[in-house]
Each structure stands twice: as structure tokens, then as C-alpha cells.
């Protein structure tokens, strides 16, 4: 059974960095696709980032540059290193195993963790 769990979130200032990571048990990351989703308060869930399992990383153009993900095979866990974080970016952050590596049309092919919530304000 496919598991993961978020974290890293919090409150930063606009400006700050954060570093979200997610643990997955029940596959191997050797051969998935994976992503960050997030959804803002009244808005729908979107797709942030997704990386191969080669390790080349896809990137939504809003996050485009201050946004890194990476993942460690060994330990079976994804990041995402966000920095120059702006108030736009307040929202719950889910990580998920992904069909594509169109960041915008990507979907997940497992149900959602709890997510972490990440809230960027001065």
C-alpha cells in the first residue's frame, strides 16, 4: 500500500525559504514519476513540480527559479527547497506519485496524504 507523509511546512516571511520533504513507503522511486501539488484557500489543487526518475525536475512557470525539487532514492523521499517565497504561495502542499511530466496537466496516481500547510506572510 502506497503511503506518504508531508512535511516541512510553516509560516515564513515573504522572502524566507522553506523545505518540504515526503516519505513514501509501499514503492520505490527508482521507477516513479513524482510530484508537488498545492491548493490554496478557494482555489483548486495545481501542479508544482514533478521529477523523473532519472532526477530531471519539471517546474510550474510560477515557481519557475525559486523552486528545487530533488529526491533520495535511498531513502525512498522527495524535496521541494523553496526560496524568495511569496505570499502567492500560501497553501497545503501534497506530494504524490504523478501520471506525466506536464506539470499543468500532471495527475496523481495515489490518494492524498495530510499534506503540509506552508503560509508565506509578514
Known amino acids: 500500500q502506497v503511503q506518504l507523509v508531508e512535511s516541512g511546512g510553516g509560516l515564513v516571511q515573504p522572502g524566507g525559504s522553506l523545505r518540504l520533504s515526503c516519505e513514501a513507503t509501499?514503492?520505490?522511486?527508482?521507477?516513479?514519476?513524482i510530484g508537488w501539488f498545492r491548493q490554496a484557500p478557494g482555489k483548486k489543487r495545481e501542479g508544482v513540480s514533478c521529477?523523473?526518475?532519472?532526477?530531471?525536475?519539471f517546474y510550474a512557470d510560477s515557481v519557475k527559479g525559486r523552486f528545487t525539487m530533488s529526491k533520495d532514492n535511498a531513502k525512498n523521499s522527495w524535496y521541494l527547497q523553496m526560496n524568495r517565497l511569496k505570499p502567492e504561495d500560501t497553501a497545503v502542499y501534497f506530494c504524490?506519485?504523478?501520471?506525466?511530466?506536464?506539470?499543468?496537466?500532471?495527475?496523481?496516481?495515489?490518494?492524498w496524504g495530510q499534506g503540509t500547510q506552508v503560509t508565506v506572510s509578514s
Open positions: 521529477i523523473t526518475s532519472y532526477g530531471v525536475p
Open positions: 509501499g514503492f520505490s522511486l527508482d521507477y516513479a514519476t
Open positions: 504524490a506519485t504523478v501520471d506525466s511530466l506536464d506539470v499543468a496537466i500532471m495527475s496523481p496516481l495515489n490518494s
